[in-house]
């Protein structure tokens, strides 16, 4: 199903590739960290979440990266990639020989991805070439392996006094290189290469000591040149650098040097290790019918104002769908009879004329998002915040219902359970290097609740609001917006009841920053959204336009004003003036 516009609008860049991703080659993408590869065990490419800010900086040669993530589930034998489990200096050999040959491929398969591809190697080349003198000989041997597949120049590297009469020792397995078709192929060859450089080392250490050989000179050389490498392979260990020319290694190592613009330990940009593990929290059968009793009991409470407030929608309602005719017009089809007398007798003003005034277009989804966290208190207590957050949801879901009004309630905190799969990613994560420090979220999810869906009538599930665990309203808002982008309706409508301020991720500053630039996404989008206030003003640090609920004789007011400042003004928020961004604590 395509992606609605608002939908679009709401999409974050990260996001929108993942999705194209998967449609164009049918891959798994996860979203998650701060690192790219692809996670052969699972079959899934692993891009990391990086906010748009960060994304523009890494899109001169973004495509190319993911096309080349794309090459790994297309082309490579998963399989043997999970079973095989190589040291580190064979698996840089074979991640190099199997890049040239999967990129080459996935050129043939799409002209695009040949022409993207092309442009990331060409910056790649340029960038060795330029730090030639800081990489190992190692990664020297590497990178040209890789310049001649690639067809690049390699002159100065076969006179690179490191690695030059290797090179030319290694000339066969080289030429070799251009004829691997399988991920079986590039593990034999990257075996052959390392048996190679390690017998030239050992010959030319033996015709050394004993002074006795068949080596020419320029073998001797090749082999003292595999000997340093040798060693200094063996003395790296798991820290092995691999060739500057592995894409993944590339692409990360740019990711680490984007720009921090922050001036403390709190970040400007909100950053989450992966949301696929937050869940919905929906409310089956037996649920509601075990808080039929307690609903029975809320309706009640707020039957007064569930009456006022239905009829007022309704009369509403009634006003703006009736087309009317109006008068003071110079032409039209009607006679303005009140104003002919006075033209009859002095003829200046001639608006004598009536014209039909279009009803307003009535198509119009509102969603309900409550803040259901532990500040709220208990809903046992008729004195907590969470008791009046769900009478207030009673009395607008009955209200909706009885005007006929599209719309759904939602809830939100951080009490989403951590799984041992959510562990595992981390600790995968923290094992390839991931720096967590820039992360807002790591370890923890979340929970959003689904109290009443759109086209159900049935709130019984509004019971089930209460108060636990913290709230991160800058991801529930969007969480929300993006199922009310859903909607076909043109307006939409979105009011979030809060009791204060976020509070449930790692910077503070940064979190709160990240609510008031949600909005802002939303209402650009072309939504309405309005604060609610539950006992508390703090809505008005974030929210255009917002109201305060104190007491339940407020609702009728408080909600009220905002659905008929939402539901009947013809601008909406659109030109609301957004609150200022919170300052950064001292």
């Known amino acids: 199903m395509p992606l609605t516009p608002q939908e679009a609008c709401l999409e974050s860049k990260c996001e929108r590739i993942a999705r194209i991703i998967t449609r164009e080659y049918g891959v798994t993408v996860r979203i998650e960290g701060g690192l790219a590869y692809f996670d052969a065990a699972n079959k899934a490419i692993v891009l990391p979440n990086l906010t748009d800010e960060a994304m523009k900086f890494l899109q001169g040669f973004l495509d190319g990266v993911l096309d080349h993530e794309c090459c790994h589930p297309i082309f490579s034998d998963t399989d043997l990639l999970v079973k095989t489990k190589p040291e580190p200096v064979l698996k840089h050999v074979w991640n190099s020989i199997e890049d040239f040959w999967v990129e080459r491929e996935m050129g043939k398969l799409y002209i695009g991805c040949a022409q993207n591809l092309a442009h990331l190697r060409d910056i790649m080349f340029t960038d060795m070439d330029n730090t030639w003198g800081e990489v190992g000989a190692f990664s020297k041997l590497l990178g040209t392996m890789q310049a001649v597949w690639f067809g690049k120049d390699t002159t100065r590297a076969f ?39 390690k ?43 691999g060739s500057p020319m592995e894409v993944e290694e590339y692409f990360n190592a740019k990711v680490m040097t984007i720009p921090d613009t922050s001036s403390r330990h709190d970040p400007e940009e909100y950053k989450i290790f992966t949301t696929e593990f937050d869940y919905e929290t929906t409310y089956s059968g037996s649920e ?22 239905a009829q007022m929608l309704s009369l509403s309602l009634a006003a703006v769908t009736q087309a009317r005719w109006v ?70 879901h009955e209200a909706l219902c009885r005007a006929n009004i599209p719309h759904e309630v939602l809830g939100f905190n951080t009490g989403g359970r951590v799984s041992a799969a959510m562990r595992a990613r981390v600790e995968d994560a923290r094992q390839r290097g991931t720096d967590f420090e820039p992360f807002s979220r790591v370890e923890d999810t979340d929970n959003r609740m689904v109290f009443v869906p759109f086209g159900s009538m049935d709130g019984r599930a509004l019971v089930h609001i209460d108060g636990d665990h913290s709230n991160r309203d800058g991801e529930a808002v969007l ?23 976020p509070y449930g991720a790692r910077y503070h500053y940064t979190e709160k920053k990240y609510l008031q630039s949600v909005i802002r996404k939303v209402i650009l989008a072309g939504f309405e959204v309005y604060g609610l206030g539950v006992i ?3 809505v008005k640090d974030f929210y255009p336009s917002w109201e305060v609920i104190d007491d339940v004789k407020d609702l ?30 001292d």
Not at 371 to 389: F, P, Q, V
Not at 479 to 501: C, F, M, N, P, Y
């Open 159 to 197: 006179k690179d006094p490191e690695i030059g009469a290797l090179l030319k020792s290694l000339e066969p397995e080289i030429k070799a290189g251009f004829d691997v078709r399988s991920t079986q192929e590039a593990l034999d060859l990257a075996r052959r290469i390392l048996a190679k450089i």
């Open 199 to 241: 017998d030239l080392a050992e010959e030319a250490e033996k015709q050394s000591k004993s002074g006795e050989g068949d080596l020419s000179e320029e073998e001797m050389e090749a082999g003292a040149q595999a000997g340093k490498i040798l060693e200094m392979i063996e003395g790296a260990g798991d820290d092995l650098k």
């Open 288 to 309: 509601r019918l075990a808080a039929a009793m307690t609903y029975s009991n809320l309706k009640v409470e707020v039957s007064d104002y569930v009456g006022n407030m």
């Open 327 to 396: 008068g003071g017009a110079r032409k039209g089809r009607r006679w303005d009879k009140r104003r002919m007398a006075q033209w009859f007798l002095d003829g200046e003003d001639d608006r004598i004329w009536k014209q039909q005034e279009a009803a307003m277009d009535w198509d119009t989804a509102v969603t309900c998002l409550w803040d259901c966290s532990g500040s709220m208190g208990s809903n046992h207590s008729k004195e907590s915040r969470s008791h009046l957050a769900r009478l207030a949801s009673v009395a607008f």
């Open 479 to 501: 969480w929300a917006a993006k199922r009310l982008a859903r909607r076909t309706e043109k307006r939409k409508v979105l009011i979030v009841g809060s009791d204060g301020q």
């Open 536 to 538: 508390s003003d703090a």
């Open 556 to 585: 009728p007011r408080a909600v009220i004003q905002l659905l008929g400042r939402s539901l009947f003004a013809q601008q909406g928020t659109g030109n609301a003036k957004f609150p200022d961004f919170c300052e950064r604590p």
